[in-house]
């Protein structure tokens, strides 16, 4: 139904019979017309963003199998402060380089990961279509950009701060 009058509107307004004012006249910034043209950014962008978002739900799925299969082992369930679940089972000790960059990096969970990897992914897309929609020279697309540039280092902080709090704790199993 709503697509029959958007249909019927665009189709008046290239004949020139339009009875209401132009809406997008009134916008100051509007988008442009944005055709899917499979050009190779364009590709190469969603090729990035799908990746990311399949290599978070395989994340989400491993720590999914990995808690089932603890559970069904154990037939409790026990509650921890810290992280369970992680992606590397190396020692703090057993890490060649011991500066804080990897220590994090292996304490991070499968769940971390996936939440990482979608919201990559969908600062990615969004950044593509702003990219599409308003061009580079946008504040929109520049804004969406600097965003995807600094998630990165703003989750590795994050995740270092909660690395410093559970350092010295330890975990009753």
Do not use: W
Request: charged share 15%; proline share 4%.
């Amino acid at each position: 139904m709503l697509f029959t009058q958007i249909l019927r509107q665009s189709a008046e307004q290239k004949n020139g019979n339009v009875d209401s004012p132009n809406v997008s006249s009134k916008i100051k910034s509007t988008p442009k017309y944005v055709q899917n043209v499979p050009t190779k950014s364009n590709v190469a962008v969603n090729l990035v963003v799908n990746s990311l978002f399949a290599l978070g739900l395989y994340c989400l799925y491993k720590d999914y199998t990995i808690t089932k299969q603890r559970n069904e082992s154990t037939g409790t369930v026990k509650i921890i402060d810290q992280p369970s679940n992680k992606v590397s089972s190396k020692e703090p000790s057993e890490i060649q380089n011991a500066s804080t960059f990897p220590l994090v990096l292996h304490s991070l969970t499968y769940r971390d990961l996936s939440a990482l990897t979608v919201t990559m992914g969908f600062l990615g897309y969004i950044t593509e279509a702003a990219r599409q929609s308003f061009g580079k020279k946008s504040l929109v697309y520049r804004i969406s950009l600097f965003s995807l540039v600094l998630f990165p280092t703003s989750s590795y902080f994050l995740y270092q701060s909660r690395y410093d709090k559970t350092k010295g704790q330890t975990t009753l199993v």
